[in-house]
């Protein structure tokens, strides 16, 4: 309905405008004696001379804003109106030159030169306006090619004014001195006049309430009323024709606005709409980051401390408080249970609540119950929906949905770990599988709880499970920690030879590393190592038969894996299980076939693979979350702050051996443009390539950062300021002359470098800070030298 009103208030206005453009001529028509006026040569001259430069103004304005917004438009129909207002423009310039009264335009001039001019140009212009109500806006046709409709317009344009200057007396008059207008100018008038006129209805019929579409229906009826007036006057110097000049600039002026609409106006419009857009999800994604990085640190913090008190403790209720507590941290919940099976019942064993719960709970009508023997996770959106599951103190607490997760032992179900909000639909399936985490670290405190209880009694052993748990709870790296392990084992069994191998889990399969070897011929390692590495087989869980013809195994509930290598010597492989994923492998071996680890040593082996297997997964955690503190993601440089602890570093050894430190401050010029042209995605492909280029292009013993945005730094060690400024130039004459590719787009970018070095000399109360600021300083002189260029921080 609102769409019709303005349909219909578009045309009401463009009837209006008609009737008053043909009044106005009407009016003269009517009454001559008050309105007619045949001016003066000279004085139409000049008249004449202005409203045709006006109007050429207007039409290469028109072509430029069009050509200047197409890059972020893309609008082929007002690309074809572009190109028909260029000609056109060119056609009146043809004109103009042409008019009688001006010098001559190559050839002499004459009114039928300048009409012939005069009509191809109206003739082009009702054409071009027509024609362009039915292309699309955003055509894909490669006739659309701004460079190759540019130079069609130049080509037949200027065929055309030769043709018309050459070969004037050859093509039908449009003049006839003492004569005037022939028959066949003003049938071409009257037939633009019909070309706007159905221009205007193709337009209304589109969109007629859309201003820049309204804009174009008024140019067109300007045009209608000036072809009118073209067509009633008797002579070229009288009030018709000066009024229809004064129409044709009036359409030609709508006409560029029309296009400083779609063409300048919207692009900003969207742009400043997509700007607002972009600083809100800005704001949102740094609220997300900052929540993000809480939620990093807690869950860091609580994993690191579970796995502490896990590695640390032995008392089963402590370490069952103490994952209970754990998730009730990372889940930011205040309701969490913990129950074991015991007697056809669940005993809850640890809990969080502002309520106790009963001692133990009926498997058959509680949500605990569910999870024990459904024997996987469980997320109830609605609890209210259960009634006869809810126990007193839950229904107390007015707690409304709720997740568990079973707790397993040696592959069989043992118990369950729950939590509870106050919020309905406050648990998703994600939520689930985390909460399967921390069900799978009770599972291992209760085997790690009952595996201390059986091996108290051997303190060679007791020692050795302390020894490594000490290990395991100080932070160190997967390939030490395996070491360690490795070697006590070796030791411990009077093995002849060991080896350890950590997991690493790429797409082509799982591939071994060696870690710790003593004993082993390179071949063996080797060997074994292509067998670990074998991504076609399950190992170490089955198939182990058919990788060798020579190897044979047995598996048994120990989790120890028995096998002969080459026929040489029996190996007991020790897999180290963590989360349901293979961490590492430790293979201890005898040179007598008969030898092998006892099968009593088996839960004290089984402890020890898994709290190495924990401490692994747990280190592999460690040093993703050192990495992701100390790497930019986006081109896996060093970020601001390893660059500021590798600076305080390199300053130190600077004091301490007198040897200088340069430092490479270096910018993306004009960054914003290539975001702006070819967008944001382009942008980070350029970032990226720019950090490989940057490793590349400076020496190994060079520590590379990105420092922010485009802004990169390069720390030089031992580097004098002439040869830090010798690299910086080197490197950029490398990026001037490097293309970036991103889709079909060849991207040159140039970058501008700032230079400072620090001596043990000079006089800087805080190194680093100033060294940055000096190098920074550069930079900001190499930008204002004109950019593309290096500039360097002398001390004075």
């Known amino acids: 309905m609102s769409s019709l009103i303005n349909s219909i208030k578009a045309n009401l206005q463009l009837f209006a405008l008609t009737s008053v453009l043909i009044g106005i001529l009407g009016i003269v028509s009517w009454l001559p004696k008050f ?51 260029l000609a056109v423009g060119l056609l009146d310039l043809a004109h103009l030159l042409s008019y009688k009264g001006m010098p001559d335009f190559i ?47 130049i080509t037949m344009t200027t065929a055309c004014i030769v043709l018309v200057v050459l070969f004037e007396h050859s093509l039908i008059p449009m003049f006839i001195p003492k004569q005037g207008q022939t028959l066949a100018k003003l049938a071409l008038e009257y037939t633009t006049m019909l070309l706007n006129i159905l221009a205007i209805y193709m337009y209304g019929h589109r969109n007629p309430s859309q201003q820049a579409v309204f804009l174009l229906r008024v140019s067109l009826v300007c045009s209608l009323a000036s072809g009118m007036a073209f067509t009633l006057y008797d002579n070229a110097y009288d009030s018709f024709n000066f009024l229809g000049h004064m129409y044709k600039i009036m359409g030609y002026y709508c006409v560029l606005r029309s296009l400083l609409q779609t063409s300048i106006v919207r692009p900003y419009m969207r742009i400043a709409r997509l700007n607002r857009s972009l600083r809100s999800m800005v704001a949102k994604n740094m609220t997300l980051y900052k929540e993000t990085k809480d939620s990093e640190r807690i ?72 999870v024990f023997t459904e024997k996987k996770p469980l997320v109830v959106d609605y609890i209210s929906q259960y009634p006869e599951w809810i126990i007193e103190a839950v229904s107390l607490a007015g707690l409304k949905s709720m997740v568990g997760a079973p707790i397993r032992h040696n592959g069989n179900v043992i118990g369950v770990l729950e939590i509870f909000s106050r919020k309905e639909k406050d648990f998703s399936q994600h939520d689930a599988q985390f909460l399967s985490v921390f069900s799978h670290h009770a599972g291992e405190a ?20 302390y020894d490594i748990v000490k290990e395991l709870a100080i932070q160190k790296s997967p390939a030490t920690i395996l070491t360690r392990v490795t070697d006590k084992l070796y030791n411990l069994f009077a093995a002849d ?42 190992w170490p869980w089955s198939g182990l038969s058919n990788m060798d013809d020579g ?55 089984s402890t020890i693979a898994s709290q190495t297997a924990i401490g692994l997964e747990r280190a592999y955690l460690y040093d993703h979350f050192q990495a992701m503190a100390l790497t930019d993601p986006l081109t896996r440089l060093a970020n601001r702050r390893q660059l500021e602890v590798v600076l305080e570093r390199e300053i130190s050894r600077t004091l301490n051996y007198h040897r200088p430190l340069s430092l490479i401050m270096l910018d993306i010029d004009f960054f914003k443009k290539v975001n702006d042209t070819w967008g944001h995605l382009a942008g980070d492909v350029i970032l990226q390539r720019m950090g490989v280029l940057i490793k590349e292009g400076f020496r190994p013993t060079d520590m590379l950062a990105r420092y922010g945005g485009e802004e ?53 109360a805080e190194p680093k800070t100033e060294l940055i600021d000096a190098a920074d300083q550069a930079l900001y002189r190499a930008k204002q030298q004109g950019r593309n260029c290096v500039e360097c921080h002398k001390q004075s």
């Open 497 to 538: 030879v060991a080896v350890a191998f950590i997991m690493h889990y790429r797409d082509d399969g799982i591939h071994t590393e060696p870690v710790f070897a003593t004993g082993f011929e390179q071949r063996e390692i080797d060997h074994l190592q292509h067998v670990f590495s074998d991504g076609k087989m399950t």
């Open 35 to 85: 309105f007619y006026i045949v001016y003066d040569n000279e004085l139409y001259l000049i008249i004449h001379s202005i409203s045709e430069i006006i109007c050429i103004a207007i039409g290469i304005s028109v072509f430029i804003v069009v050509w200047y917004g197409w890059p972020q438009t893309k609008n082929s129909r007002d690309l074809l109106i572009a190109m028909i207002f």
């Open 446 to 465: 209760i085997k790690n709880a009952r595996a201390y209880a059986t091996t108290v009694e051997s303190f060679a052993e007791l020692s050795l499970l």
């Open 107 to 153: 050839t002499l001039n004459s009114e039928n030169k300048a009409s012939l001019f005069w009509i191809i140009s109206r003739m082009l212009a009702g054409v071009g306006l027509l024609a362009a109500a039915y292309i699309p806006r955003h055509s894909k046709n490669p006739v659309f090619h701004r460079l190759y409709l540019l130079t069609v317009t």
């Open 299 to 370: 869950l860091q913090q609580a994993f690191i401390q579970l796995g502490a008190t896990l590695a640390s403790k032995h008392d089963l209720e402590g370490m069952l408080q103490q994952v209970v507590s754990a998730t009730g941290t990372v889940f930011q919940c205040d309701h969490v249970y913990l129950a074991l099976a015991e007697d056809k019942t669940l005993k809850i064993m640890a809990y969080i609540s502002s309520f106790k719960p009963p001692d133990k709970i009926n498997p058959e009508r509680s949500f605990m119950g569910k």
């Open 551 to 605: 190897t044979a195994y047995e598996e048994t509930q120990r989790g120890l894996i028995t096998m002969s290598v080459l026929l040489s010597r029996r190996l007991n492989i020790l897999p180290l299980l963590a989360s349901g994923k293979l961490q590492g492998l430790i293979v201890l071996g005898w040179n007598d076939p008969m030898q092998e680890i006892p099968p009593s040593k088996d839960l004290v082996l």
């Open 712 to 764: 990169f730094a390069v720390v030089l060690p031992e580097t004098c300021l002439e040869e830090a400024i010798g690299l910086a130039e080197s490197f950029r004459n490398y990026i001037k002359n490097t293309s970036f590719e991103v889709d079909d787009a060849i991207i040159t970018i140039t970058i501008s470098l700032g230079v400072a070095t620090f001596e043990s000399c000079s006089n800087w």
